[in-house]
Nanobody, 124 residues
């Protein structure tokens, strides 16, 4: 399987936390950048966070800065999105994407492989 596989979504109350995982099998795009995007009901897909292939550089959308943290475990070839202080506006399907470049990218056009998404619902 080439596409990344997301997990960790669910229903949480406002102010709560969730951790999403994005796994890739074997050495599939291990050295390349990965990102999280989301699509809320009735809205366009938007960038959330990205991390480079080494896990050293990151980028965040303004609306998640200080609340979300993206990290990478190279040994497990897994990228995480720790989401704290969740708000109802964070309700969306969250997608993991993998590029074939090592750097950080915020445009969805830089990403080649996309997961099926994991839903996150934040209640008020």
């Amino acid at each position: 399987q080439v596409e990344p596989v997301e997990s960790g979504g669910g229903v949480v109350q406002g102010g709560g936390s969730l951790r999403l995982s994005c796994e890739a099998s074997g050495n599939t795009y291990r050295a390349y950048g990965r990102a999280w995007f989301r699509r809320a009901p009735g809205k366009e897909r938007e960038f959330v966070a990205a991390i480079d292939g080494n896990g050293d550089s990151t980028a965040y959308a303004d609306f998640v800065k200080g609340r979300f943290t993206v990290s990478k475990d190279n040994a497990k070839n897994t990228v995480y999105l720790q989401m704290n202080s969740l708000k109802p506006d964070d309700t969306a399907v969250y997608y993991c994407a993998a590029s074939l470049k090592r750097g950080v990218a915020t445009s969805p056009y830089e990403y080649v492989y996309w997961g099926q998404g994991t839903p996150v619902t934040v209640s008020s």
